[in-house]
């Protein structure tokens, strides 16, 4: 494995010994680029799927300078159909719709190889001017009901930057293994 990055998301470095290598791995939505070209440097197949062309193309056009590649895929969010099983899914942050997210969530879970891992962050309903943001409580009965072990599901204030002003956020982190 390569040395760990510095901007590589801190659930990846914590939970990368739990990610089966000879697995499909795929990132759901935005906040992927950097994540995704380090795990394909690192000999894992990544998929990325994203509703946004112009973010899959700066992706596919990073990947050939890091002298990887990556698997694209460029669709909604809700009318993703896994095409196989998967070692590892990450999301961070990903906006997904609330009257999807029960059917989706589903999807992901049964999408993942047995011990297959969940590694997400996504916005708390705490913050003011996230209104799709989640309960925890909201996310752990979602979960609870589905085949999985939950690992980590916690929520933590994090600051973030934004237009160079920085601020606090509240964030639900969530880490869980398909049984």
């Known amino acids: 494995m390569q040395k760990l990055e510095n901007n590589i998301n801190f659930l990846i470095k914590e939970n990368y010994d739990n990610i089966d290598k000879s697995s499909k791995i795929l990132f759901l939505g935005s906040k992927y680029q950097q994540n995704a070209i ?3 440097k690192n000999g894992l197949h990544v998929e990325v799927l994203d509703s946004k062309d112009t973010s899959l193309m700066r992706l596919q056009k990073e ?9 694209i895929r460029h669709t909604l969010l809700e009318h993703w159909e896994p095409a196989h099983e998967y070692g590892a899914i990450i999301s961070f942050f990903t906006d997904i ?14 999408s993942l190889k047995d011990d297959g891992v969940f590694i997400a962050e996504f916005f708390s309903k705490k913050n003011q001017e996230d209104t799709n943001g989640y309960e ?6 979602i979960f609870k009901q589905l085949p999985c072990k939950i690992y980590k599901l916690s929520l933590e204030i994090t600051t973030t930057k934004k237009e160079k002003k920085e601020f606090e956020v509240s964030v639900i982190r969530l880490v869980l293994k398909k049984v």
Do not use: G, H, M
């Open 136 to 141: 925890i409580d909201e996310l752990y009965k």
């Open 38 to 40: 380090f795990l394909s």
């Open 63 to 71: 990947a050939q300078k890091e002298d990887t590649a990556i698997t």
């Open 97 to 110: 719709p609330k009257i999807f997210c029960k059917d989706i969530f589903k999807k992901i879970v049964f």
